[in-house]
């Protein structure tokens, strides 16, 4: 599900139907640079070029002092979907916004489901470990240093930020999880991650990411050393206003 197919109408269709490749502004107004990569463009480390190079996404260079927003739209969404949503919660962050490279009936995912709702766990595992790849060689491609990487992901990339965090907690220490649910149920990751914190925000009413299920993630994260804050509101699965001023909120704090 995109953002924009939000039940709950919450006006963050952030698709902007830009060509992430071809350097076109995200049109939100803010003088942080370009959305895209130039491929060609030699980096200070071939091997991680190569590696972002071959994984279509857009790329925002921000302001010193602010973020990375890694953003991980949803089942069906694009690269682009969720770069509103990156301006609403830090216009001056940089924004690294992959694509899902898991393909079901022609919509891009993150990885494979046996079902709504179920997971086919060796692939979670699998290409997490992979955008916890991706994420490292960005860093070194785009010379991020030490800035702090927060992923704010929607529904399936709510989903895959939590098990690349729950795996690869120094990759992406933060998460910012919309209408997301426990990606990894049963298999138990031993990172330590008392460096963790993650913002769970989900509807009381979503069939998609059951309480039980976020509740759960829940409770394993805080006993592994992780922050968590939860924020439920009324209606289903999407990204409500009340939801981004939340995350607004978590992100300032
Ligand atoms: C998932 O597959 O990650 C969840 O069921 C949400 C979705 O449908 O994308």
Redesign the pocket.
Known sequence: ?TASADSTGTGTDTDTGTDSRTGTDTGTGTDTGTVGTDAAAPGPDPAAAALVAAWPHAYRQGVAGHPVLLMLH??GGTEHDLLGLADALDPQATVLSPRGRVTEIGMN??FR?LA??V?DLDDVELRSDELADFVTAARAHYELGGLNLVAVGF??GA?VALATALRHPSTVPHVIAFSG?H?LPGRVADTDLNATSVLLLNGESDP??PLASVDALAAELEARGAAVQQVRRTGGHGVTEADVYAAQGWLAR
Request: proline fraction near 6%.
């Open positions: 599900m949803g089942t995912r993150w489901r709504e709702g997971f529904s399936n989903n649910m990606p998609m990411a």
